[in-house]
């Protein structure tokens, strides 16, 4: 059965759109010239996340930006090395079950506010692991979604990746 479109729809959409651009414009990507913000907006993933979702762990490669829509991200690192449990000659030892690290709140990113920049721009592990707080919403940009521009049109991509490169410095 075919989903009949409703003026509803269309002003729903408009809202959220212009709720994407007032963020694009009040967070760290407002510097970016209105071009290249545009260019972003629809090469950005919409994602809902979830309370205690992690978004990347500490050391990983993934080449990704994140852009806090609603809600809250926590900046943690654990402040020491797991501990596993070894039961030794009393039971079985369990390397898949590490206990409870401590972990030290780093910074906690609210609406507006970009993570993962120095992993897009310079392909570096994450210093930290994201993990959210409460349910909410985030844009994520993969750096590997940039080809494709890069290659219908350099010279937008290039000054993409330059003021990219120039808001994490």
């Not at 907006?41 to 930006?65: A, T």
């Not at 506010?113 to 985030?138: K, S």
């Amino acid at each position: 059965m075919a989903k009949h479109f409703h003026f509803t729809d269309l002003l729903e959409a408009q809202e959220r759109s212009k709720g994407l651009e007032a963020i694009l414009a009040s967070s760290r990507l407002r510097n970016l010239p209105q071009e290249e913000r545009t260019l972003l907006q629809g090469m950005m993933r919409r994602m809902p996340v979830r309370d205690g979702q992690v978004l990347f762990e500490e050391g990983e490669r993934d080449g990704q930006l994140v852009l806090v829509l609603q809600g809250r991200v926590d900046a943690v690192k654990a402040e020491s090395a797991p501990v596993w449990v070894d039961m030794g000659a009393y039971g079985r030892i369990d390397m898949d079950d590490p206990l409870e690290c401590p972990q030290q709140l780093l910074h906690s990113y609210a609406t507006g506010e970009c993570l993962g920049e120095q992993g897009f721009c310079h392909d570096e592990p994450h210093a930290f692991t994201a993990v959210c707080v409460g349910d909410g919403e985030v844009l994520v940009l993969q750096a590997s979604d940039l080809k494709p521009v890069l290659q219908q049109d350099p010279q937008a991509g290039c000054r993409l990746m330059r003021s990219l490169r120039e808001m994490v410095a």
